[in-house]
């Protein structure tokens, strides 16, 4: 059996990767499921492994003529917690990805996805939210590939990240390859820090700042675990982990 070397730096998709710790986990097996014709599918990602563990999934996801596919991620534990999507998508299907990634300490968290639209009128929607603190490292490298013959394609990417301290960071890499001429494809990317202001006026109102911290946190990611099957779970499990954060 032929085992893949591990991958360097100089693929892009391993570039901002903890490679000592995924060198223990390597070579990761990748989980095939396929959506039938017309059908809906769901799945929830919950990462809240300790941070001494290596945390990595690999999905190719294929939605056949019609399919409809709604993910949920929580990727927030291990030295490095890796998600990886290959996703492809046939005519009139849609995925849409909603992911949180939280990361501490010396943490490594990243997301890596390819929605490659293959047939016309497919539409993919990426909404990505990352808080990090101390010297983590959050990585979004996100790539839409529209086919030549894919035309009325819509794809939309949203990448927002909220750095807690200056120590932490946050990479971004929204990409698009477009080679159809009929296409609605848009990506938005934003890095930033807390509202001072913000902070200010709760402060203002008798909050303390830990706290008024934490619920600006949880406006930022409040909408993206909305309709998940494990929704209760997911919030739970994000909440705990900001409050280690903060």
């Not at 991620?73 to 890796?82: F, Q, S």
């Not at 990352?130 to 086919?147: F, Q």
């Not at 008798?206 to 619920?215: E, F, R, S």
Request: aromatic share 4%; with cysteine; hydrophobic share 45%.
């Amino acid at each position: 059996m032929n085992i893949l070397p591990l991958p360097t730096r100089r693929d892009e998709a391993f570039r901002y990767s903890d490679m000592d710790a995924l060198a223990g986990a390597w070579p990761v097996a990748v989980e095939t499921i396929i959506v039938a014709k017309d059908s809906n599918h769901s799945l929830d990602i919950i990462n809240t492994a300790p941070e001494s563990d290596v945390f990595t999934r690999h999905i190719h996801l294929t939605l056949l003529s019609g399919a409809r596919s709604t993910i949920h991620i929580l990727n927030a534990g291990g030295r490095l917690g890796r998600i990886v999507l290959d996703v492809t998508l046939h005519e009139h299907s849609d995925v849409y990805l909603y992911a949180v990634q939280l990361g501490g300490g010396a943490q490594t968290v990243e997301l890596i996805t390819t929605i490659t639209h293959a047939e016309p009128n497919a539409m993919s929607n990426q909404q990505v939210r990352s808080i990090l603190a101390g010297n983590a490292t959050g990585s979004y490298l996100g790539k839409v590939a529209v086919a030549r013959d894919a035309q009325a394609t819509d794809s939309v990417q949203s990448v927002k990240a909220m750095l807690l301290d200056r120590t932490a960071t946050a990479n971004a890499k929204p990409e698009l390859e477009i080679y159809a001429d009929d296409v609605k494809c848009a990506h938005g990317c934003a890095i930033g820090e807390l509202d001072p202001m913000g902070l200010f006026y709760l402060a203002a109102r008798g909050i303390a700042p830990a706290d008024a911290k934490k619920l600006m946190l949880q406006a930022f990611i409040a909408s993206v675990f909305e309709g998940a099957p494990d929704e209760g779970m997911l919030t739970e499990a994000a909440l705990k982990k900001l409050g280690e954060l903060v």
